[in-house]
């Protein structure tokens, strides 16, 4: 199988040879390699994108940290699913298991970059700060499902035609997807802010109290009442300017 960039849209026109390739064909590391170079580039491109409303170093950082993110989580993640996978039976080997969770990583980079230009409309005509926010956050959702979608098919063909993963695994990465979930949460937590205002100064960092899902409850309400004023707080303390997790 080669590595040209657009390979993985063949998974919706022929799906079960695209997937007979990705599990079944003998792949070197330097192939592996390719997909990831292929995927950070996709990943980069969207990240700096949503930075870019504020500055060039908000959008370079925001691409290196989407980027991050992504990549990041996968290995974290991996390792527990691949020894559980070998303990449940199955036969796969790690190399072609490593291309089909990277492809799926793949297409939710491609399906990123498609949504560039829409990004861009609302940018330019004025797009609510908040608004964006959760743009971004359904956009990364939204290309997310269907990377899995990819990767579960992948398992679901090996276990009933070629009969070398089993079916618990199958199960066991549904699983293992709401625990990818929560890591990538927790590390996209860590890594922000993506965005910033064009009022506030560049930081790579920036350190919140709070949690991710207090900021989109807060991003939400900003939305819907964006002239509601705030009680005065303590700065440390004060949720407007401590959940903003994707600044």
Not at 61 to 77: E, H, P, Q, R, Y
Request: charged share 15%; hydrophobic share 50%; aromatic share 16%.
């Amino acid at each position: 199988m080669n590595t040209n960039i657009f390979k993985v849209f063949h998974y919706y026109r022929d799906k079960n040879e695209f997937i007979r390739q990705i599990s079944m064909d003998e792949h070197s590391w330097l192939f592996i390699l390719k997909i990831c170079a292929i995927t950070i580039l996709l990943l980069f491109s969207y990240g700096f994108v949503m930075g870019v409303n504020h500055s060039m170093l908000q959008a370079v950082s925001a691409g290196i940290k989407l980027t991050i993110l992504f990549i990041l989580s996968i290995l974290i993640c991996f390792p527990t699913f691949y020894v559980i996978q070998v303990i449940v039976g199955s036969r796969m080997k790690l190399i072609n298991l490593s291309a089909i969770i990277l492809s799926g990583a793949l297409l939710s980079g491609w399906i990123l970059v498609a949504f560039i230009p829409i990004v861009i409309f609302f940018m330019l005509t004025g797009g609510n700060y908040y608004f964006m926010q959760l743009l971004h956050i359904a956009i990364m959702a939204f290309s997310s499902i269907f990377g899995m979608l990819v990767v579960i098919d992948a398992l679901k063909f090996n276990c009933e035609l070629e009969n070398v993963y089993p079916k618990t695994g199958v199960t066991i990465f549904r699983i293992w997807i709401i625990i990818f979930m929560f890591v990538s949460i927790q590390l996209g937590w860590n890594l922000r802010p993506f965005m910033s205002q064009k009022s506030e100064s560049f930081q790579f960092f920036r350190q919140y109290e709070g949690n991710f899902y207090a900021a989109i409850i807060y991003s939400c309400d900003k939305l819907v009442n964006p002239t509601k004023v705030k009680p005065l707080q303590n700065p440390k303390t004060s949720i407007g300017d401590t959940t903003k997790p994707w600044r």
